[in-house]
């Protein structure tokens, strides 16, 4: 039984200047990242902010897909966004989990820079098998601080590909770490 | 070098009755696709549509970004979307790579379903190497009709995960699908 999370964080992260801002909750963040963790198994989906007007407008979007008119028109869309919760901050998300599961999960932030204490992404997904509880943490706007990177248990890899350039969206990004961590390769490439 | 190009179709795909339709283009498709084609070295990503309002707006869109007013916000954006092309059709876009390398590419279509013919990651991610120009095919909408996959060269197998939920944002799917054929997995989980 593998539980993993996700955390989408829209605070504290950096602007372009690297000051610690809120950011704004996206649409499709909510919609990309729902279906995604609902395709690879993930437990819970928290979309954190600690801006209480943004929570309204959360609680709003996944209402209407989840309880509302949204059912009518697309059911498998609400299947995912059922998925998502609205959190005040990190200390909350775990907080809920450890009540869940009885265990504090482990924090694993994601980054596109290298950081002296990388996991490689084989070595989560061998951890994973354990049955503990990880909580992945996405950055949105400019990414985490470098304080919140070094409070984090672990620090996952980059997502290295063949060019100079890393600026995936996080919505791409979500997606392919949870594939690396849990797509299933069987049939697919690993043993093929 | 490898010869590794993106489509993403907004006809002929079908609706959520499996009428064929031309779907309307999403913003998010266009800045979400084209970070993921310059991350994992894809040549170049054509947004294919008749449509000629929207060829329109996407030409606006991308002239935005590499040569108006959003490349003194953010470079990065631009440089990912120069990679973008607007095309009337899939023929053309076959047209504009055989003269570009020498070779018609051979198209392959992706889909949720599996399908009798699917190659495998693993086989393309091999074939790749050989240096031919490939044309990968994404769809818009509900997905390609039967008949556009059976036309297409290959078929690549679906996204296989964690669950029987198998409902991936077209924006995820490029993602996985170019980290799975082109990602580095070195230093990242293959040898670790």
């Given at each position: 039984?593998?539980?993993?999370?996700?955390?989408?964080?829209?605070y504290p992260v950096?602007?372009?200047?690297?000051?610690i801002?809120?950011?704004?909750?996206?649409?499709?963040?909510?919609?990309?990242?729902?279906?995604?963790?609902?395709?690879?198994?993930?437990?819970?989906?928290?979309?954190?902010?600690?801006?209480?007007?943004?929570?309204?407008?959360?609680?709003?979007?996944?209402?209407?897909?989840?309880?509302?008119?949204?059912?009518?028109?697309?059911?498998?869309?609400?299947?995912?966004?059922?998925?998502?919760?609205?959190?005040?901050?990190?200390?909350?998300?775990?907080?809920?989990?450890?009540?869940?599961?009885?265990?504090?999960?482990?924090?694993?932030?994601?980054?596109?820079?290298?950081?002296?204490?990388?996991?490689?992404?084989?070595?989560?997904?061998?951890?994973?098998?354990?049955?503990?509880?990880?909580?992945?943490?996405?950055?949105?706007?400019?990414?985490?601080s470098?304080?919140f990177?070094?409070?984090?248990?672990?620090?996952?890899?980059?997502?290295?590909?063949?060019?100079?350039?890393?600026?995936?969206?996080?919505?791409?990004?979500?997606?392919?770490?949870?594939?690396?961590?849990?797509?299933?390769?069987?049939?697919?490439?690993?043993?093929?």
């Amino acid at each position: 039984m593998l539980e993993l999370y996700v955390a989408l964080m829209h605070y504290p992260v950096v602007n372009k200047n690297g000051d610690i801002i809120a950011s704004a909750v996206t649409n499709l963040d909510l919609h990309d990242i729902a279906r995604a963790a609902k395709t690879y198994g993930v437990k819970a989906f928290y979309v954190v902010t600690p801006l209480k007007d943004q929570q309204e407008l959360v609680m709003k979007l996944l209402s209407h897909w989840t309880t509302g008119a949204g059912t009518n028109c697309n059911k498998v869309r609400g299947e995912a966004l059922e998925l998502a919760k609205i959190s005040e901050n990190l200390d909350e998300v775990i907080t809920e989990i450890t009540k869940q599961t009885g265990r504090a999960p482990k924090t694993v932030v994601t980054s596109a820079k290298k950081n002296m204490r990388n996991i490689s992404f084989n070595s989560l997904r061998q951890n994973l098998k354990e049955g503990n509880p990880y909580l992945l943490l996405f950055g949105t706007a400019w990414g985490f601080s470098e304080q919140f990177i070094s409070d984090a248990d672990y620090v996952l890899s980059p997502i290295m590909a063949d060019s100079d350039y890393n600026h995936l969206s996080v919505r791409s990004a979500v997606s392919v770490v949870l594939d690396r961590l849990k797509g299933d390769y069987r049939g697919s490439y690993a043993n093929d």
